[in-house]
């Protein structure tokens, strides 16, 4: 197998570890606060809307060391030790307690941005301009598989389950923390690229592949070279473009992975079915983002597409499934209360076409987050690891924004709000993208600057 090869299936097996770790971790997500509800008559009183706050404002804070982080320990052990924090998260649920729940959730929040830093400069170094795009799809493909395990189980083995019993939630949770720890594992198997290329040089002779020992003292000039490059991209043309693109993620994430569950499991027009709905919404939403993912790394192996047209088809799907929202859902079904709303929007409630829009919203998705990976890995191969830091603190704060907003405001003006960003974010995005053929040319490194 030759190093190329190599790097592929290194990257899938990336794909596949996240599979693992977040077929786990989003199941948890999913079922959390059904079973907090039936832990609140004990001694355990934490929430999960809490936990998700906790996370998300430790996960924004954190991105600006995590660049740190992964230059001193390097991409792979710093996935390894952050999947073991999220399989500690997990298994917390076993036999739960308030200050155990909550400190967990600090720590997720510092390792999820040294996992996701971590996964943006491994997906770099083992791609290059040529196979970046299809690496992206690869990648999100297999991850976005999580959506679809998880989700299946939740429809058919918590069917019509008024009451979470600990025998059920104990089984659930060590099989959760297991499948975790199986993703966390296989992040050893992933081989340091230099290797490959240091293997590819004795093969042929040459000696320029060879990569010395990185001392100590040069691990720590890395670090603080990481951390100030952090701060010079966050101001540079090309971030705060792409930070209008990122936003717009970040509000979409919100949206289907939280918002949307919680308007159709409140819709009493949809019957005894309403709560079963939510997790085939899931199911649906991880369809489309896998065949999102498949068909974009497919085409990114033809540069005569680019990224723009599936970043505009992507806009484009994301605006179909709004207007269909729109007329779909009743505009209070965000806020509406433990009773459900028996309101009707503009049409009779249709569960086809609410399951219809989990399906757009997760191929939509994928087109913006395959591309956006895509760019950044080819803008920034030489100092990726700040590039995908800047990435995710400004989507998970932007999520964490959302999350705060989708207690308070109507449907109507959610949709708004993504509507606008999506449509500048989109802009933004074609602005880079027609100019990052001069700005790898012009071959900046902020890291020297």
């Not at 039936?38 to 954190?62: C, P, R």
């Not at 917390?92 to 510092?110: D, H, K």
């Not at 691990?219 to 090309?238: G, Q, V």
């Not at 830091?389 to 989507?395: C, G, L, N, V, W």
Request: net charge negative; aromatic share 14%; with cysteine.
């Amino acid at each position: 197998m030759n190093p190329e090869s190599k790097k592929q299936l290194n990257v899938i097996l990336l794909g596949v570890a996240f599979m693992f770790m977040f077929t786990a971790f989003q199941t948890c997500g999913n079922v959390a606060q059904t079973v907090i509800t039936n832990l609140n008559d004990t001694n355990f009183h934490g929430s999960g809307y809490t936990s998700m706050a906790i996370i998300y404002g430790v996960f924004s804070a954190s991105n600006l060391i995590s660049p740190s982080v992964v230059a001193i320990a390097g991409p792979q052990l710093s996935m390894f030790f952050s999947g073991i924090f999220y399989s500690i998260y997990i298994a917390i649920f076993i036999e739960p307690s308030t200050w155990s729940f909550y400190t967990a959730s600090v720590f997720l929040g510092v390792a999820a941005a040294i996992l996701w830093t971590a996964q943006g400069n491994c997906l770099t170094i083992n791609s290059n301009e040529n196979t970046i795009g299809r690496n992206s799809g690869i990648f999100w493909a297999l991850l976005q598989s999580s959506l679809f395990f998880g989700n299946l189980y939740i429809y058919f083995a918590w069917q019509g389950k008024t009451h979470i019993a600990a025998n059920d939630r104990r089984t659930v949770f060590i099989a959760l923390t297991v499948i975790s720890l199986v993703g966390t594992v296989l992040f050893f198997l992933i081989r340091n690229p230099q290797d490959l290329n240091t293997e590819e040089g004795e093969i042929s002779g040459g000696a320029d592949n060879l990569v010395e020992p990185t001392s100590d003292q040069s691990k720590m000039t890395r670090a603080a070279d990481a951390f100030k490059s952090s701060i010079k991209l966050c101001f540079t043309k090309e971030i705060l473009l792409l930070s209008i693109t990122t936003a717009y993620t970040g509000l979409e994430l919100t949206f289907f992975s939280g918002v949307y569950g919680t308007c159709i499991g409140a819709v009493n027009k949809f019957g005894a079915e309403e709560k079963s709905l939510i997790g085939l919404s899931g199911i649906f939403i991880g369809i489309g983002e896998i065949l999102g993912g498949g068909l974009f790394g497919l085409l990114s192996k033809s540069h005569h597409f680019g990224r723009n047209p599936v970043v505009m088809f992507g806009i484009i799907i994301h605006f179909i499934a709004f207007y269909l929202i729109f007329y779909n859902m009743p505009n209070d079904a965000p806020i509406a209360s433990m009773r459900g709303t028996d309101h009707i929007a503009y049409m009779e409630p249709s569960k086809e076409v609410a399951i219809f829009c989990s399906f757009l919203l997760g191929l939509g998705d994928s087109c913006f987050n395959t591309q956006l990976l895509s760019i950044l890995g080819y803008l920034y191969a030489e100092d990726s690891a700040p590039a995908f830091a800047i990435f995710k603190f400004i989507q998970s704060i932007c999520a964490a924004v959302a999350f705060f907003y989708s207690n308070y405001l109507l449907l109507q003006w959610q949709l708004l709000i993504m509507a606008v960003v999506g449509f500048f974010g989109t802009i933004s995005f074609f602005t880079v993208e027609w100019e990052a053929p001069a700005f790898v040319a012009r071959n900046i490194d902020y890291s020297s600057i």
